[in-house]
């Protein structure tokens, strides 16, 4: 291959954001990040749009409240009790079985398509890790050509790179 | 609330993890010993258990009137030492309150530790335990289902709901500090926490989700927590009994669940901090601030009673006039005044700026308010069955050894498995120290109040 991998390690967001930011200018898309807690400005600058996993959770919520309707309704069917005189579908009592259905599922669809859409478990190393990028440092990964390296590297310590090296 | 002292920011990301870290270090013997003392009492309350589903329900003080006290009474008081973990860790996160990164991983952890405690009381309370199925949604051979109607499968579905979202919260906040930890361990420990942190590597495709979820679940967490109490409390109010029955309850129950919570967190942090050396983290701040919502949580409380009691006198209902008569001077009248004292006046104290920072005083209030709260649904419980509705079906109710001991050995329960907890995962979260101290700085530097 002709590519290189280029890893910067900076000592702050602001900066590591920067670098981002001049890669980007350099069109240049295929790079990560990696940083100790999620950091806004590093997302600000790769401008990543919002997770889509909101929208899996919303469909676990919804599908909460109709099992929950579905439960308590169609067992009331199933049954015909007759309870005090009161209407068979008593509904007010149910939207308590209704609500807890809506947070669970909803709850467990959202975990999971975090799970499944952040790619964990994971069973390989992305590129370019270091350990420190989990404890102080943050980390940018890109991946270039070899006659665009030169330039890459120099982007990065512009930007207040502590550590630039270069891999394969 | 007051502007956070310099020392909350001093520490720089790398002292974090140290501190962290350190705390996970091998334990000593006295450690063991006390994690052993824990489980032995676990092992003794089992027993008792045992006896009790070979013997019947016979075992215990219940008799006609008074079929629920303290195992329903423990189930009501841990349900509510769980709900501050998830005001902590929820609630205070949707309003970013930046003292809750220290304290959050502690609580939260208490929060499942006591939701797991919580559950063993409906099914210890019940004679024939072999049939606690008959709870879920799940027919019978006639194919009757569970009524839906009824406060106690609520509950069913509250409580297990309220495990499982708390337990992916805990879980994903878990994630990138475990991978820290990873990083650090040697040995089977590596092993372990690679396993655990399930290739966290922290990059940006990873945050984005995690950032999503973890605010979604928080948003999903909050009504959760406000709707388990009350449907909790609805256990009660719902029936027709004097004492129980009163539409302040949900909010009532809500507010003394937080208030008994947070003198929980406190109980657990002040010696955890020793012990664990995390001084550097948890800030006299972070005290102050738990304990201000003591202060506030304790005026509602006091509230709630001196409403409970106006509108007893202003319904005018004689029956009901008698069961409160007999709450405050009935021969279990020491019970409420006690409770008075550790909900209502000693948290009073609290009122001082020196008392809240003196953490040996906080910690002796901490325990009051918890016997003061542990008194209080004891007395809602069983004091209001013990005197029904007519006197010749009053009754009198002493708990037996068994259920003495099955609460002790809850109580052990609870403090063994978080103990193991503290010594083997990170009970602070490195990942939301390090995210709280570079918000707290950028705003000390645009000059604002970093009290928030």
Known sequence: ?168 | MAAAPKEVIQPDFRAIDRGVLRAMEPAGRAYWIWVASCFTLVAIAAGFWLRQIYEGLGVTGLRQPVNWAVYITNFVFWVGIAHSGTLISAILFLFRTRWRTAVYRAAETMTIFAVATAGLFPLIHLGRVWFFYWLLPYPNERSLQPDFRSPLVWDAFAVSTYLTVSSLFWTMGLIPDVANAREAATGWRKKFYTIVAMGWQGTDRQWRHFSMVYLLMAGLATPLVISVHSVVSWDFAMAQLPGWHSTIFAPYFVAGAIFSGVAMVITLLVPMRKLLKLEELLTPWHFDNLAKVILLTSLIVSYSYATETFMTWYAGDPIEQMTFQMRYFGPWGWMFWMMVLCNCLIPLLLFSPRIRVNLRALWVISIFVNIGMWLERFVIIAGSLKVNTIPSQWGPYVPSITEIMITVGSFAWFLGLFSLFAKFMPIVSMTEMKEGIVWLRAALKRGYSTGA
């Open chain 1, 1 to 168: 291959m002709n590519t290189v991998t280029i890893i910067g390690s900076f000592s702050g967001e602001g900066e590591c954001a920067r670098a981002v930011r001049a890669v980007r200018t350099a069109r240049i898309d295929d790079f990560h990040t990696f940083s100790p807690f999620p950091s806004h400005k590093i997302a600000a600058a790769i401008e990543l749009p919002k997770s889509p996993s909101r929208w899996v959770a919303l469909v676990g919520g919804i599908a909460g409240i109709l099992t929950g309707l579905a439960v308590t309704i169609g067992t009331t069917y199933e049954w015909r009790l007759n309870a005090g005189g009161k209407p068979l579908v008593s509904w007010p009592p149910f939207i308590v079985i209704t609500f807890e259905l809506m947070i669970l599922l909803g709850g467990i669809s959202g975990f999971l398509a975090f799970l499944f859409m952040s790619g964990v478990p994971a069973f390989e190393s992305a590129s370019g890790y270091n350990s420190h990028f989990g404890e102080d440092r943050f980390g940018l990964v890109v991946r270039c050509t070899k006659e665009d390296a030169d330039g890459v590297e120099s982007m990065l310590k512009t930007a207040g790179a502590e550590e630039v090296v270069r891999g394969v």
